[in-house]
């Protein structure tokens, strides 16, 4: 099976803090995402990436940036945390090409800004 | 671009009831959908898909949903539902020939089954 991991299951910052969210995922995927969960408004992407090197914005990409150096791991900065950035996030990836792709995710990493 | 719309953001059920949670869509192009589920504290998973083909899907533990294209809609339905199908649903829609890479999710259900 897949494996997108996480590192961080819950992180507590403070505002104006720098924090690096990390994602690892196993069976080399082409595709990796970056979305963020908050309760009413489902799930919405920040970032993704179709390659090494390679990002795209997604719907809501102001106050975040993203890095792929490797292909296995993909990861989110909040250049300067905000209490609006409180939230659940969540990583993904899929296999890429074409045809479509389920996308298998990370179990979260819950972000509260104070 | 894509939207979705999960019109019920909350469905209480009785244990062995039936269930439709609702998912309606927007695109001017064919599409693929899909339904993740997100059991409590854990990621989401993929509960089943429509690629092409029969409009009709199921998934391994009872839950179907059908595609329709006139009505743009791809609703989830179980005939009987347990305890353990407490969760939080989400419908997903993406378009195009390259797959997913953008999947745009609904604001999502939770489903909460009643003893």
């Known amino acids: 099976d897949v494996k997108v991991t996480q590192s961080s299951r819950y992180l507590v910052k403070r505002t104006g803090e720098k924090v690096f969210l990390e994602c690892v995922q196993d069976?080399?995927?082409?595709?990796m995402f970056w979305y963020r969960q908050d309760p009413g408004l489902g799930l919405r992407l920040i970032y993704f990436s179709y390659d090494v090197k390679m990002k795209e914005k997604g719907d809501i990409p102001e106050g975040y940036s993203v890095s792929r150096e490797k292909k296995e791991r993909f990861s989110l900065i909040l250049e300067s945390a905000s209490t609006n950035q409180t939230s659940m996030y969540l990583c993904?990836?899929?296999?890429?090409?074409?045809?479509?792709?389920?996308?298998?995710f990370g179990a979260g990493s819950r972000l509260t800004v104070l | 671009a894509q939207s979705v719309t999960q019109l019920d953001s909350q469905v209480p059920v009785f244990e062995e009831a039936p269930v439709e949670l609702r998912c309606n869509y927007s695109?001017?192009?064919?599409?693929?959908l899909f339904w993740y589920v997100q059991y409590p504290n854990q990621g989401l998973q993929l509960l089943l898909k429509?690629?092409?083909?029969?409009?009709l899907v199921e998934s391994i533990n009872g839950f179907e949903a059908e595609f329709n294209k006139s009505q743009t809609s791809f609703h989830l339905r179980k005939p009987s539902v347990h305890i353990s199908d407490t969760a939080e649903y989400f419908c997903?829609?993406?378009?195009?020939?390259?797959?997913?890479?953008?999947?745009?999710f609904g604001t999502g259900t939770r489903l909460t089954i009643i003893p």
């Open positions: 993904a990836s899929s296999l890429g090409g074409r045809g479509a792709n389920v996308l298998t």
């Open positions: 069976m080399d995927h082409e595709n």
């Open positions: 695109s001017s192009v064919s599409v693929y």
């Open positions: 429509y690629l092409s083909g029969s409009t």
């Open positions: 997903a829609v993406s378009v195009g020939n390259f797959g997913n890479e953008k999947l745009t």
